[in-house]
């Protein structure tokens, strides 16, 4: 102990009987009373040390160390976790996408694109107004180019035609345009024939690769 004690020092030290030298001889037997009083009221017994304390601590303490030094184990285990969450995360989308990729390319595809052919026969005038009053039938005006009339069983003509140049017909359905011919007019009508004639929504006439006229099919 310090010599430098002060009275509460030697009191306390009296009232523990931790020291009975002349250092306590000096503290007041007032104060050391009332330490000791203190002490009385306090539900604390003698405490010894268990015999296997020490042993506990060392073991403690081994038990700590090795857990600190397997810290880099642990964290590498859970970064493979986490790899293996992320890979199944990116797995998952990938897959995801492919799915999307796959309806896109299927189930929400256009339907595909009629075909047909450019008949290099002469049609009569009569043979147009039937198509024109067949049931089903639906026509177009192609401005002042000429008119165009589509049967429900895939007969057409391209009618009225005030150009006697070499012409295209493009048929434009939801899935693209399909381009037939060129052909040159015969007695101002071009006549062609469609495989899906309701796929068909607009007309177009072409000339050295430009439209000079777009007609939409109607109802005739």
Do not use: C, Q
């Amino acid at each position: 102990m310090n010599d430098a004690w002060d009275a509460e020092d030697r009191a306390i030290a009296r009232a523990l009987d931790a020291d009975s030298d002349d250092r306590t001889r000096d503290a007041d037997p007032r104060v050391v009373d009332e330490y000791r009083a203190v002490l009385g009221h306090l539900p604390v017994g003698e405490v010894r040390p268990a015999p296997e304390l020490e042993h506990r601590m060392v073991t403690a303490a081994l038990e700590r160390r090795a857990a600190t030094d397997n810290i880099t184990s642990i964290e590498r285990t859970r970064s493979r976790a986490l790899r293996r969450v992320r890979v199944a995360a990116l797995a998952t989308a990938v897959t995801a996408a492919i799915v999307v990729g796959v309806l896109l390319a299927t189930g929400t595809s256009p339907a595909p694109v009629p075909s047909g052919r450019v008949s290099l026969t002469t049609v009569r005038r009569a043979e147009i107004d039937s198509l024109v009053r067949a049931p089903g039938s639906r026509v177009g005006v192609l401005g002042a180019v000429g008119r165009v009339v589509l049967a429900s069983n895939g007969n057409g003509a391209i009618y009225d035609l005030t150009v006697d140049a070499p012409l295209a017909v493009g048929l434009v359905s939801s899935g693209g345009t399909t381009v037939l011919g060129p052909v040159r007019p015969r007695a101002g009508v071009i006549a062609f024939v469609v495989d899906h004639p309701e796929r068909v929504r607009t007309v177009t006439l072409i000339r050295r690769g430009s439209v000079i006229a777009t007609a939409a099919l109607k109802a005739g």
